[in-house]
């Protein structure tokens, strides 16, 4: 019962953040048709279909998107070491400070899922530049630069 009822809560946790269908199925393991139903009541429109972003780099599409990433990951990064129930636990919570910290962010909760994602499995990595100790996204773009943007930019103009 107390399963259950754990379940339904993270759920409805899930779906406040017009997390995908596709996700909460994932997560909870509740019949799918329920979880479209309980969206479209909650958000007024139908979930989105269609497969998820695949990964991080489908994401970082503009600079200002992949600067929302590297915000998005520091803010994941913040609850490594919390206890957290589970890992969609955590990534609520990295929404939800990414989103008190940047109101008008572009990523929604599904971007944030993907990149959660690869988080975990260390696909892409968040580190500090060893120059001017401001966060770098390692892996998330095509170039492998360990320096940050703006260190790489001075390197070039020197
Ligand atoms: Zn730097």
């Known amino acids: 019962m107390l399963k259950k009822y754990k379940q339904l809560a993270l759920a409805m946790e899930l779906l406040n953040r017009q997390a995908r269908a596709t996700i909460v199925q994932q997560v909870t ?18 979930s989105g279909r269609g497969s998820l972003k695949f990964s991080t780099r489908g994401v970082t599409s503009s600079n200002l998107k992949f600067k929302e990433v590297t915000l998005f990951a520091v803010c994941f990064r913040a609850f490594d070491n919390k206890r957290l129930e589970s890992h969609a636990h955590r990534v609520i919570a990295a929404f939800d400070i990414y989103k008190q910290s940047n109101p008008a962010g572009q990523l929604n909760f599904s971007d944030a899922w993907v990149i959660a994602q690869d988080l975990r499995d260390k696909t892409i990595q968040i580190t500090k530049c060893p120059h001017c100790q401001s966060w770098v996204l390692l892996n998330a773009r095509e170039d492998l630069s360990e320096r940050c943007g703006v260190c790489k930019a001075n390197m070039e103009s020197r």
């Open 29 to 46: 393991g509740l019949p799918i048709k329920v979880i479209r139903k309980t969206y479209k009541e909650l958000h007024g429109r139908s």
